[in-house]
């Protein structure tokens, strides 16, 4: 049976060559989830014997003030961190594709905030926020707004500090996206437009928003998803204060398995984001197939 | 009159890009400018854009006060040697799920997809738990294994390894090409710039990366530059060492601003595709 032989040799080939990735994969993605949500069952805070007690952890989190504003904070954050900075990267793409000039120029300085570390990136945001010499109310002061605002150990301008610099960081980020989907639009379809007389509103409402729509469905997934993880600003800059103001939930993750070594916790709350994520993600594909335009 | 409009909403466009630009930028600005005054300026004058001349007496000193070279040295390994495992197991792997046939391939391949959901940040706990039993915590051989296999890559790449014609594998198979031949020979050349794509993209990511070094990070033997940095930051804290602090923050960041200003196309592709493929 030659063939049969060579089959099985071709198939084997496919699966050695998979397998370095797989293993990887198996260790680091898959385990590391089926254990956490074993781990979730039992009672072990710091140095001990576990005790299975079941849906416990998961109880004690939904009762606890805590777990309950951590997930408030985290969808806040989600939302209005999401919004502007999707909203600035249409904007900006919108507005670079007009066929001005300087366009490397704009691109650069829009975009590198993606390419810098964001740990590094938050200590310069920490000194512009600065209450006594910050520039931020320097700017204000200059515009006679309030200017004494300790923004990031205060309550509400915490969350707000923490979430100009995920806008800072990501708009430049989402813009190339748009960037890129603007440019699978087919430049005959605006031609007609202008024939008949379109104005740049009408053209971008009925042109280039549908068209774009895989793409920004794309972004706000992305997005979103970049919401539950950005939290390296949140380390350096507010350490999830004041008052838990901007504890959000991963960063109840590293306080629970790291800070307090609470091992039942931090993988009940690793769980929840699992869960969360993976909605989101089906959400997405379901979206994607349903209300997605893809006329082109 | 139509004309005219259309020379104000120009001119709007680019008082309002120049603006977000600006305001973008403020933050690299003033980055620089303070890491290059003095203390005594700083204090003098914090709101002057420009120093009054270059000082390196930041730089000196936050080199003096943390052993940022070993940092560098670490951040350089780490990113180097994880991007070749990477460049390995993902482009062997994107050829067999793009080139090759055989049972549960594209069962196999949706479970590699869905790692792109799993970010490596919701495993962060249970994987420390892991690298720590495997006795690896504070080794830079740590910091990489979470990453060692690349379902964004593999995507990448199986993209680009579908787009070769199969006129060219029949031609090395007639060559007598074995498998590796011609994954090195015949495929290597065509998906050069997928390959370059992933690079950068992995480079970028773990050399900025932080949360993770940070928790695996123990001693200077392991610890990456983002962790050093807060380190550091730690250290000076409690009172206006801000130029100091600034100095070491530029340290951190230059290099990648550096390949950023100089190779923005690359980045600007790169970026692209993973976003939109990823």
Known sequence: MPINNRKIRSYSLGYLLILPSFLFLMVFTYYPIVRSMWLSLFNRAGVGLSKFIGVGNYTKMLTSELFLQVVRNNLFYAV????PAIALGLLFAVLLNTGIKGRGFFRFSMFYPTIIPISAASMVWVFLFSQSFGLVNRFLGMLHLPSNIDWVNSAPYAMVSIIIVYVWK????????????LQSIDDSLYEAAIIEGASPWQKFIRITFPLLSPTTFFVVLLAIINSFQAVDQIYVMTTGGPYNSTNVLLYYIYQHGFVYWDVGIASSASTVLFVILLVITFIYYYGLQHFVNYER | MRIHTEKWTKILIYLFLILAAALI????MWLST???KTKA???ANPYHLLPEKLDFSNFRDAWSYSPFDRYYINTIVITLVLLVIQLITVTLGAYAFARLVFPGRDILFIMFLTQLMIT???TIFPNYLMVSQLGFLDTKIGVMLPYFASAMGTFLLRQAFKAIPDSLEDAGKLDGCNTLQLIGHVFIPEIQSSLLAFSVISVTYHWNEFLWPLLITETTKSRTLTVGLTVFAQQAEGGAEWGLLMAATLIV???LLIAFTFFQNLFVNAFTSSGLKG
Do not use: N
Request: avoid cysteine; glycine fraction near 6%.
């Open chain 2, 34 to 36: 303070t890491a290059f």
């Open chain 2, 120 to 122: 490596p940040q919701s």
């Open chain 2, 25 to 28: 930028l403020l933050p690299l």
């Open chain 1, 80 to 83: 209005f961190s999401t919004i």
């Open chain 1, 170 to 181: 990501y708009a430049g980020y989402y813009m190339l996206l748009f960037l890129s989907g």
């Open chain 2, 41 to 43: 300026e700083l204090f």
């Open chain 2, 253 to 255: 960041a230059l290099p």
